[in-house]
């Protein structure tokens, strides 16, 4: 009898160390899953955030994100690094209590070049911009940066233009931005002669292809100028 009772007590002891076995692999089949499904989620809310869009036209006007898709454009960077980046700019920006960092984009004419002899053609300035207000009355204070400034041609489609970096200073009707720079562009007109600030004509077709002499374009910016 004794036998017997040890070898039921032996089979009893191995079912229930069976079941345990069993369970705990269980557990750790529950656990790799919920594991695997947290990496998962993590590396698609990563995801997310590496392809966070870098085109200016997915976001409104004047905000953080134009102005970080636009920064991102200029200098090669996913949107995750541009406002790593940018985070560390503005971290170092001293700021009284009444002061915050507001972002604009700015766009409008600046002048034109011409030849001299009756061709003309309207130049245009545009910038994103990061500034510095106060909150008590929303006037600027400061202009921190911009991103992307370029001198363009609102009625030549295709011009290209090589521009130093800008210039600001403050007046007292707002801040004066200027960069000096040549334009390269093609009119539609095989009439259009060298002379003025056209320092170079080249007909082709009917067409000029057209390169300025160095300029300097100018801007006043105004609380009024902001886009929002």
């Given at each position: 009898?004794?036998?017997?009772?040890?070898?039921?007590?032996?089979?009893?002891?191995?079912?229930?160390?069976?079941?345990?076995?069993?369970?705990?692999?269980?557990?750790?089949?529950?656990?790799?899953?919920r594991n695997d499904e947290g990496s998962v989620l993590s590396g698609e809310t990563e995801a997310k955030?590496?392809?966070?869009?870098?085109?200016?036209?997915?976001?409104?006007?004047?905000?953080?994100?134009?102005?970080?898709?636009?920064?991102?454009?200029?200098?090669?960077?996913?949107?995750?690094?541009?406002?790593?980046?940018?985070?560390?700019?503005?971290?170092?920006?001293?700021?009284?209590?009444?002061?915050?960092?507001?972002?604009?984009?700015?766009?409008?004419?600046?002048?034109?070049?011409?030849?001299?002899?009756?061709?003309?053609?309207?130049?245009?300035?545009?910038?994103?911009?990061?500034?510095?207000?106060?909150?008590?009355?929303?006037?600027?204070?400061?202009?921190?940066?911009?991103?992307?400034?370029?001198?363009?041609?609102?009625?030549?489609?295709?011009?290209?233009?090589?521009?130093?970096?800008?210039?600001?200073?403050?007046?007292?009707?707002?801040?004066?931005?200027?960069?000096?720079?040549?334009?390269?562009?093609?009119?539609?007109?095989?009439?259009?002669?060298?002379?003025?600030?056209?320092?170079?004509?080249?007909?082709?077709?009917?067409?000029?292809?057209?390169?300025?002499?160095?300029?300097?374009?100018?801007?006043?910016?105004?609380?009024?100028?902001?886009?929002?």
């Amino acid at each position: 009898m004794k036998r017997r009772s040890i070898k039921y007590i032996g089979l009893v002891l191995l079912c229930v160390a069976g079941c345990m076995f069993v369970a705990a692999c269980g557990q750790d089949k529950e656990s790799a899953v919920r594991n695997d499904e947290g990496s998962v989620l993590s590396g698609e809310t990563e995801a997310k955030d590496v392809e966070k869009s870098t085109d200016p036209a997915d976001y409104e006007i004047g905000t953080r994100d134009h102005y970080l898709a636009v920064w991102a454009q200029e200098k090669g960077l996913s949107y995750v690094e541009a406002e790593s980046q940018e985070r560390l700019e503005t971290d170092k920006i001293a700021l009284s209590e009444e002061e915050a960092i507001g972002y604009a984009t700015v766009d409008k004419e600046c002048g034109s070049v011409s030849n001299g002899s009756g061709c003309n053609v309207k130049t245009a300035f545009s910038a994103d911009i990061r500034y510095i207000y106060r909150k008590t009355d929303g006037a600027i204070t400061a202009i921190d940066n911009l991103a992307d400034a370029k001198i363009y041609l609102p009625e030549v489609p295709g011009a290209t233009a090589q521009i130093s970096d800008p210039n600001i200073y403050q007046e007292e009707r707002g801040f004066r931005i200027s960069v000096t720079g040549t334009l390269s562009f093609t009119l539609e007109n095989a009439d259009v002669t060298q002379g003025g600030e056209f320092s170079s004509v080249e007909t082709s077709g009917n067409q000029s292809n057209v390169i300025t002499t160095a300029k300097t374009f100018a801007i006043l910016f105004q609380q009024s100028d902001i886009q929002k």
